[in-house]
């Protein structure tokens, strides 16, 4: 079974553009969840996808946003970008139920110039 | 809020030694506790996992006990390996935290071995 896909894997942009990463979850996953990662403020939720719903959102402006569509993969948008949201972000799927494990992906990695 | 506590790195080992990373958490309730390894470039992958008080988990070597009176739950492995380098992290998921996948990350604790 494919394991967890992000697309691009790497991405420079400069501030001010913005700026959409993909994540395709597993075969038959109906979680997508989204984590920055920096060195300085380590791993970070962002929100989660459950059935194109937003199920949960971490503390980040309203500059991020995501989205999941009807087979599950899910996108994430930054708008109007600063230099502070260079990062590794990683996407993980899970089947969605409580206590299921969740999958990483290897992530996008987003250089902000 | 919730929140894990990990030692700080770079723990450096030589090959064949006892491995320990520390572990601890405050969680509202009865968290699952993971242990999560990433390799240089990648991205994460579960090593273990425990879902209540006194489960093991284990998975290639590596160990780790839910002790919920000292709210613990520190890794251990009896004789690493070169290949062990990399950084792990720590995690805990709480129902109580808003989601039902939301993780929360120690710091992570970066293990290189030599040989």
């Known amino acids: 079974k494919a394991g967890v896909t992000q697309t691009p894997r790497y991405l420079i942009k400069t501030r001010g553009q913005q700026v959409t990463l993909s994540c395709s979850p597993i075969?038959?996953?109906?979680?997508v969840s989204w984590y920055q990662q920096t060195p300085g403020q380590g791993l970070q939720f962002l929100f989660e996808?459950?059935?194109?719903?937003?199920?949960n959102k971490g503390n980040f402006p309203g500059r991020f946003s995501g989205r999941q569509f009807s087979n599950s993969r899910s996108e994430m948008n930054v708008s109007t970008l600063e230099l502070g949201d260079s990062a590794l972000y990683l996407c993980?799927?899970?089947?969605?139920?409580?206590?299921?494990?969740?999958?990483f992906g290897p992530g996008t990695r987003l250089l902000v110039l | 809020g919730d929140s894990v506590t990990q030692m700080e790195g770079p723990v450096t080992l030589s090959e064949e030694a006892f491995l320990t990373i520390n572990c601890t958490y405050t969680?509202?309730?009865?968290?699952?506790l993971f242990w999560y390894v990433q390799y240089p470039g990648e991205g994460l992958q579960l090593l273990l996992k425990a879902t209540k008080a006194d489960d093991k988990g284990s998975n290639k070597g590596f160990e780790a006990t839910y002790r919920k009176e000292t709210t613990s739950f520190h890794l251990e492995k009896g004789s690493v390996q070169v290949s062990d380098s990399a950084v792990y992290f720590c995690?805990?998921?709480?129902?109580?935290?808003?989601?039902?996948?939301?993780?929360?990350f120690g710091a992570g604790t970066r293990l290189a071995v030599h040989p």
């Open positions: 996808y459950f059935s194109e719903t937003q199920r």
């Open positions: 995690a805990l998921r709480s129902p109580f935290s808003g989601g039902y996948n939301k993780l929360i």
């Open positions: 075969s038959g996953h109906r979680s």
């Open positions: 969680a509202t309730g009865y968290p699952s």
């Open positions: 993980a799927s899970s089947l969605g139920g409580v206590g299921e494990t969740q999958y």
